[in-house]
């Protein structure tokens, strides 16, 4: 089956550091990829999606570029600030049948910036 | 508002008995899920509604039981609590839209004893 891998369990930073979450997928078909973040307290949040080969998602100064040939979908922020602390998880899921929620989510990475 | 909320947040149950967890969603989502986070694991999906029509995954089929009265709202039932169901239990919703765009609530953490 389909199966998400998330190399780092915990990544500890200084803030201004350079992010890098490692995120690599198998699927038998094309699927979409997405990064949820989850902060204290609360549950998963959309961050954003790519759908095909090539495409960069990003948001709130993270960043993904989908690459097919690396079955890869890592995670980059330039400057990480003290707020970005919070649980990173990749996913993937299908997009072009009626059951687009059904995402299979890797195990996660706890991110802890220091100020 | 994009808000999903869960009751109760916290529930201790003994085993053997029943537990029943609550979601609820104002957004008008066609479809509403239940997924299960154990720790150092990844959230795993239980079941999830599509309007009225409910799909179980096949390795939880018999474990879990839910109901969708109306729109928002959704139950997660658990007839005979075991020790392996403590985990936190993730409701989420999402338009049908085809994003991928699940919006969760805040858990609903199920100790049992």
């Known amino acids: 089956g389909d199966s998400v891998t998330q190399t780092e369990g915990q990544v500890a930073l200084s803030e201004e550091d350079f992010l890098t979450i490692h995120c690599n997928y198998s699927?038998?078909?094309?699927?979409?990829l997405f990064w949820y973040v989850q902060y204290p307290g609360e549950g998963p949040q959309f961050l954003f999606r790519?759908?095909?080969?090539?495409e960069k998602g990003s948001s709130r100064g993270f960043e993904a570029t989908y690459d097919k040939g690396t079955t890869s979908f890592h995670l980059r922020k330039a400057s990480v600030q003290e707020s970005d602390s919070a649980v990173y998880y990749c996913?993937?899921?299908?997009?072009?049948?009626?059951?687009?929620?059904?995402?299979?989510f890797g195990h996660g990475t706890i991110l802890r910036v220091h100020p | 508002d994009t808000t999903v909320k869960q009751n109760p947040r916290y529930k201790l149950a003994r085993v053997g008995k029943p537990v029943n967890l609550i979601c609820s969603q104002t957004?008008?989502?066609?479809?509403m899920y239940w997924y299960q986070k154990k720790p150092n694991q990844a959230p795993k999906l239980l079941l999830f509604?599509?309007?009225?029509?409910?799909?179980r995954e096949a390795d939880t089929f018999e474990k879990f039981q839910s109901s969708r009265p109306n729109n928002s709202f959704c139950s997660l039932y658990i007839g005979s609590a075991g020790l392996e169901y403590s985990a936190m239990y993730l409701c989420?919703?999402?338009?049908?839209?085809?994003?991928?765009?699940?919006?969760f609530g805040e858990g609903s953490k199920l100790t049992v004893l």
């Open positions: 989420a919703s999402s338009r049908e839209s085809n994003t991928g765009q699940l919006y």
């Open positions: 699927a038998s078909g094309y699927p979409a």
């Open positions: 790519a759908s095909r080969d090539k």
């Open positions: 996913a993937l899921g299908d997009l072009t049948g009626a059951n687009t929620g059904k995402l299979t």
């Open positions: 957004m008008n989502h066609d479809t």
């Open positions: 509604y599509y309007d009225k029509i409910l799909n």
